[in-house]
């Protein structure tokens, strides 16, 4: 009798454990690959790497690619959204609101432009006879601090759409050669421009945001491509849209490859007996300096690790190269105090003269 107690009991725990995990839908945060405490950077970052790798035409073999990749779609709409995450995280899937949803393609658009990610090759590589619409190039600025912890910038466009208009159009003009016989043995050859009738379209202005990111130690003049994104062309495919990174000056730290400089300017005194002090790096951590020994004005000091994360291996980071000023005291010395010095540092004239510049 026990026994059936305890396989009764075992059933209705395993029944209750299906209905829990049936009514919670599905694990978006799985599903990402993300932690509940996740960032929507972390979130973003995610999916955009997810996006290329689970995209069904990459995945040609797969059954379940088109699944893998609406789910993932799914999960990013709802970890993204602030209202909907909460929703989600409270009560689950089956928790969430009844509404619009927005199409996995706008989301996979927004990452990587209207034609996505051009697996099978690149622009180039398409019918060269399709005509195109003008490629745009817009220069993105971006702080120090996104090139060191990166950072994802979202960008409103005003992109003009070809939309259906009553009406017809001529369309694929084009040049061709027509032969007339004005006699016997006697023909005349002209050129004359013959075109198609088309539907005819308008130019509407749509608002699209782009998530641009800002990926870790990127580097100056680099390109972001965002395919579809560019001048619209009524007869063909519209061009590109190509962010172009421009890395903004920064009143600290000087960039130069992975490598970071700064200076810093330290009494007569600290440079004579040794000081410590902690310098705030880009992301706000500390950057510890001691020096218990004399530093002379020029002096330099290497911090290995503590510059920029190289772009093609993150886990590579260049050196901060401190540069150490001395600031002179503003006040006169009387002879009692010179002599004083004199007295403490033992030092006689030194007074050499010498082409500093050369070799330089």
């Known amino acids: 009798m026990a026994a059936n107690r305890v396989t009764l009991c075992r059933v209705c725990c395993l029944l209750l454990y299906a209905t829990t995990v049936v009514l919670a839908g599905r ?10 405490s996740a960032s929507i950077r972390d979130i973003k970052k995610a999916y955009r790497k997810l996006a290329l790798q689970l995209h069904p035409d990459r995945n040609p073999d797969d059954p379940k ?3 893998k990749f609406a789910d993932l ?9 602030e209202e909907k995450r909460k929703q989600y995280d409270k009560y689950g899937e089956d928790g969430l609101k009844e509404g619009h949803h927005s199409s996995h393609n706008d989301i996979f658009s927004s990452f990587f432009g209207d034609f996505g990610f051009m697996f099978g090759g690149n622009r180039q590589q398409q019918d060269r006879n399709i005509p195109r619409g003008n490629d745009i190039v817009i220069d993105l600025e971006v702080t120090l601090e996104e090139v060191y912890s990166g950072n994802f910038v979202e960008v409103v466009r ?3 759409v070809a939309k259906e208009a009553p009406g017809k159009r001529q369309c694929n003009c084009r040049q061709e050669m027509r032969t007339t016989q004005l006699g016997p043995g006697r023909f005349q050859m002209t050129q004359e421009t013959v075109c198609d009738e088309c539907p005819n379209v308008k130019l509407v202005n749509e608002e699209r945001t782009l998530e641009v990111e800002i990926e870790q130690g990127v580097r100056d003049e680099m ?9 619209p062309h009524i007869d063909g495919e519209p061009g590109d849209l190509r962010f172009r990174i421009k890395v903004l000056k920064h009143p600290v730290f000087e960039r130069r490859g992975d490598d970071l400089y700064t200076n810093v300017t330290i009494s007569l005194v600290e440079a004579l007996v040794g000081f410590e002090m902690d310098i705030e790096h880009l992301d706000g951590h ?3 300096i ?3 020994k004399i530093t002379k004005p020029g002096a330099r000091m290497w911090k290995k690790g503590e510059g920029l994360p190289n772009f093609d291996n993150i886990n590579i980071r260049g050196s901060l190269i401190i540069t150490f000023d001395v600031e002179f005291p503003q006040t006169q010395l009387d002879e009692q105090q010179k002599d004083g010095i004199r007295s403490l540092l033992k030092q006689g004239s030194v007074q050499k003269v010498y082409n500093g510049l050369q070799g330089y």
């Not at 694990?27 to 993300?34: A, E």
């Not at 390109?223 to 001048?231: A, D």
């Open 73 to 81: 779609g799914a999960a990013y709409e709802v970890l993204s959204d």
């Open 27 to 36: 694990d978006f945060y799985k599903i990402l690959g993300v932690s509940k």
């Open 286 to 288: 500390k950057v510890h």
């Open 65 to 67: 690619a088109q699944d």
């Open 223 to 231: 390109e972001y491509p965002f395919i579809g994104e560019g001048e």
């Open 158 to 160: 005003n992109k003009p």
């Open 290 to 292: 001691v020096r218990d």
